[in-house]
């Protein structure tokens, strides 16, 4: 099974972040791949814990969620943190508010594979 990483920086996103998991959730994946998504929120001060936590959840088993919660100085310590954690070979990054279209992943997979 191949293996996808998302990473998805965040902070008071809540609103925004429901859609953006929300479309990668709707990922056409019958099983042909695993997706690991890391979350790294920089101490949000809205209900963004609260969202991620829902979706993890009742994620399926194909879709893991990594929920980081700690201060960043910037959106490129944050990426760096989920890429540190990342052990896939194949990666990208899906900002708060961003949407996969519903074929995306396995778009990405053809061509790489």
Known sequence: MYS???????KNSGDLLKRTLDSVLSQENTGEFLI????????????????IEDY???APENYQIYY?????????????????RCDTEYFGVLNAGD?????TLKVLFKFFL
Do not use: W
């Open 4 to 10: 996808f990483s998302i990473l998805t920086p965040t």
């Open 56 to 58: 993890m959840d009742r």
């Open 68 to 84: 980081i919660r700690e201060p960043d100085k910037s959106m490129t310590e944050a990426l760096n943190k989920g890429l540190k």
């Open 99 to 103: 949407m996969y279209l519903k074929n």
């Open 36 to 51: 690991h998504h890391y979350i790294i929120d920089s101490m949000s001060e809205d209900h963004t814990q609260r969202v």
